[in-house]
Antibody, heavy 119, light 111 residues
Framework: QLQLRESGPGLVKPLETLSLTCIVS??????????WGWVRQPPGKRLEWIGS???????FYNPSLQSRVTISGDTSKNHFSLTVISVTAADTAVFFC???????????WGQGTLVIVSS | QPVLTQSSSASASLGSSVKLTCTLS???????IAWHQQQPGKAPRYLMK???????NKGSGVPDRFSGSSSGADRYLTISNLQSEDEADYYC?????????FGTGTKVTVL
């Protein structure tokens, strides 16, 4: 059974770097039938797609975030990661990792992790 | 880049039905979407994939009470026999050239 679990600090200082990891069990991030992604949700607001990584290594980002985010995968550890640089209070959100079925939408979600940007 | 528009809220009585709408922007009328449910304080849950033809495929364990349909640029989610646990936010999602977008979400209240 697929499980996705987000891991990372819950508090990040302004202008620093936010780093999260999604630990995957029950499937391999090398499975070419799927893609792996990140979605965030600021408090009280809607879901926002951040980006996705494919087994081929291709990565696609939300154009509005592209200049500050990086998604990478580690097949040896079967996890994928998100890095956001130069964070501000506007980056405070619950971050979800997810799995989608090519060429369609997200079908599996992690439980989410709250990241607060504050000094 | 497609844009998805949803009504902000909907309400219906326990045991009745409610129909939610997700409207695709001009030029994207044929796009497939997905519906997701987010109960308060929880992660989203995938409900179904919905095509422009009205064909839909539900996720594992999604009750029969949930169904999808389509008309032009509109994609619908109908919840029949509304239960208290259906009180949640519902989001539609679509994708284009490996980029994804979510709708604004509809908050469903069970009266």
């Amino acid at each position: 059974q697929l499980q996705l679990r987000e891991s990372g600090p819950g508090l990040v200082k302004p202008l620093e770097t936010l780093s999260l990891t999604c630990i995957v069990s029950g499937d391999s991030i090398s499975n070419s039938n799927y893609y792996w992604g990140w979605v965030r949700q600021p408090p009280g607001k809607r879901l926002e797609w951040i980006g996705s990584i494919y087994a081929s290594g291709s990565v696609f980002y939300n154009p509005s975030l592209q200049s500050r985010v990086t998604i990478s995968g580690d097949t040896s550890k079967n996890h994928f990661s998100l890095t956001v640089i130069s964070v501000t209070a506007a980056d405070t959100a619950v971050f979800f990792c997810a799995r989608g079925v090519k060429p369609h939408g997200i079908q599996n979600w992690g439980q989410g992790t709250l990241v607060i940007v504050s000094s | 880049q497609p844009v998805l528009t949803q009504s902000s809220s909907a309400s219906a009585s326990l045991g009745s039905s409610v129909k939610l709408t997700c409207t695709l922007s001009s030029g994207h009328r044929s796009y497939i979407i997905a519906w997701h449910q987010q109960q308060p304080g929880k992660a989203p849950r995938y409900l179904m994939k919905l095509e422009g033809s009205g064909n839909f495929n539900k996720g594992s364990g999604v009750p029969d009470r949930f169904s999808g349909s389509s008309s032009g640029a509109d994609r619908y989610l109908t919840i029949s026999n509304l239960q208290s646990e259906d009180e949640a936010d519902y989001y539609c999602e679509t994708w284009d050239s490996n980029t994804h977008v979510f709708g604004t979400g509809t908050k469903v209240t069970v009266l």
